[in-house]
Structure formats: C-alpha cells, structure tokens
C-alpha cells in the first residue's frame, strides 16, 4: 500500500496544526529537470522527455483561443513553479500512452507526489487507468481532504455536459446490459456508460447489476456515439476501474 501522509491534528498550546494527506514516494525514484510545463498534468523534462503525470486529470487550457476551463491556469502555474528544478520520478508499469508520452509518477524535492498537491488543492480528478493504479489509495484522500474542504474544481455542482473529453458526472442507471463490448450501464440522461469487456472482470456481476436504479458518480473519457439511432444514447462515459464508478445513492 501507498505511504501516506494521514490528516490529523496536534494540540500544541492551544493550537491546531493540521497536517494534509499527501502520497509520498514508496520504492525507488530517479531525478530529472523540469524543462518545461505544458498543462497541469503534463511537462517536457530537460532530456526531451513529454511525460503525463499518472493519477490525476487537470482542467483543459485551450491553447487556440484561451477559453480556458476552471483552475486549468491555476494547475498549470503550480506547475510552472517546477520549471528549471529537479523532481523524483517513478515509471508506471504501462509507462507510454497513445500519444507517445511518458507516463510517470513525478515527485518534488520533499519526495511527495505531485499529483496529490494538485489534488489537495482541487485542481484536478483523481483517475484510475489499470494497470497504473500505485498510490491510488492516498490520492482519493488527498482529493477527498479539497473535496470536503470545497476547495477548487469542487466549489461549484458537476452537472452532467454533452462534450467530448473527460468528465465527471453523477447520474441514476436505468438498465445494465452485457455484451461482447463490456458492461453498459444506460442512465437517465443521453449517456451509456461502459465498463469495456478488457477489463470487465474488475466487477463482479453482482456488482455491477447492484447499481440498477441507483445514483452513481462516474469518471473518465467521454466520446460521442457514430450512430444516430434513436435507439442508443448519444454519449458514451468509458470508466475503467470500479475506485471511478461508486454508488452515492446514500449520500443524496
């Protein structure tokens, strides 16, 4: 399991010190220097690597004509304050993406995680994409400790948006189907969301069939459905581990 700083307090004279849950690096780390910074979870190292930092989803900058999502700027400052500093890094065991980038957990000079600064903070959604899930268990405190704190991206509701690119969304499921492409979960708004068969096992069918009729909280990478057919939703929500898909229906 992730070390971790835990959130508690010390009464010394009369004073509360708080201490915030931030993921420290657990096993063996390298160094490199920051370059520079492309977004709040992407950066060039000083060698050429483009490296994306694993466990945590910032805010889009819209880099063509500035319309910028919320805390996108604020995620990519921080950092910008790691430009031309050397940071620790650990390779994740799928450690390339599609798009040609490394895939590391990145760590600053105190050896804490990156990504649960970020996270602590409320700039970005904590993500879980198998088989890169180290730390997981640290991350959703730290998103939790900005979370109750209504600190950043959770100072406003998330209400469910028909656009393209990741998303986080809490929706009712109507009906659960299986088939070839995994589980799919139809919700009561234009939205399917599928477990992909890949990775379907992750689930228990129990499980999965259990969250009929509840409020669930989904996240990951939505895309837009190629058929117009009446009979399909327009939108499909692809959520890859279950720490991205939990039943809130107690907590409405």
């Given at each position: 399991m992730a070390l971790f700083l835990c959130l508690f307090a010390l009464e010394s004279f009369g004073q509360t010190v708080t201490i915030e849950p931030l993921c420290r690096a657990n096993?063996?780390?390298?160094?490199?220097?920051?370059?520079?910074?492309?977004?709040?979870d992407t950066v060039y190292f000083q060698d050429g690597r483009k490296v994306r930092l694993?466990?945590?989803?910032?805010?889009?900058?819209?880099?063509?004509?500035?319309?910028?999502?919320?805390?996108?700027m604020e995620a990519t400052l921080y950092l910008k304050s790691l430009i031309?500093?050397?940071?620790?890094?650990?390779?994740?065991?799928?450690?390339?993406?599609?798009?040609g980038r490394k895939l590391y957990y990145l760590f600053d000079k105190d050896r804490i995680s990156i990504a649960s600064r970020l996270l602590s903070a409320g700039l970005g959604y904590r993500i879980a994409i198998p088989p890169n899930t180290k730390y997981q268990d640290c991350l959703i405190q730290s998103?939790?400790?900005?979370?109750?704190?209504?600190?950043?991206l959770w100072r406003a509701p998330h209400n469910w948006q028909p656009k393209a690119g990741f998303t986080k969304v809490s929706v009712t499921i109507t009906s659960i189907t299986r088939?070839?492409?995994?589980?799919?979960?139809?919700?009561n708004q234009d939205l399917v969301i599928n477990l992909p068969r890949l990775?379907?096992?992750l689930w228990s069918e129990q499980d999965v069939y259990s969250l009929k009729n509840k409020?669930?909280?989904?996240?990951?990478?939505?895309?837009?459905?190629?058929s117009q057919s009446k009979r399909f939703k327009s939108w499909v929500?692809?959520?890859?581990?279950?720490n991205d898909l939990l039943d809130v229906s107690s907590d409405a």
């Amino acid at each position: 399991m992730a070390l971790f700083l835990c959130l508690f307090a010390l009464e010394s004279f009369g004073q509360t010190v708080t201490i915030e849950p931030l993921c420290r690096a657990n096993g063996s780390v390298k160094l490199a220097s920051v370059k520079r910074v492309v977004d709040g979870d992407t950066v060039y190292f000083q060698d050429g690597r483009k490296v994306r930092l694993v466990g945590v989803n910032t805010p889009e900058l819209d880099h063509k004509h500035g319309l910028h999502e919320p805390f996108a700027m604020e995620a990519t400052l921080y950092l910008k304050s790691l430009i031309g500093k050397e940071v620790y890094w650990q390779s994740a065991l799928n450690d390339r993406d599609r798009y040609g980038r490394k895939l590391y957990y990145l760590f600053d000079k105190d050896r804490i995680s990156i990504a649960s600064r970020l996270l602590s903070a409320g700039l970005g959604y904590r993500i879980a994409i198998p088989p890169n899930t180290k730390y997981q268990d640290c991350l959703i405190q730290s998103e939790r400790k900005a979370r109750n704190a209504h600190h950043g991206l959770w100072r406003a509701p998330h209400n469910w948006q028909p656009k393209a690119g990741f998303t986080k969304v809490s929706v009712t499921i109507t009906s659960i189907t299986r088939n070839r492409g995994g589980w799919w979960l139809e919700t009561n708004q234009d939205l399917v969301i599928n477990l992909p068969r890949l990775i379907s096992e992750l689930w228990s069918e129990q499980d999965v069939y259990s969250l009929k009729n509840k409020r669930i909280e989904a996240r990951g990478w939505q895309h837009q459905r190629n058929s117009q057919s009446k009979r399909f939703k327009s939108w499909v929500l692809i959520v890859k581990h279950p720490n991205d898909l939990l039943d809130v229906s107690s907590d409405a």
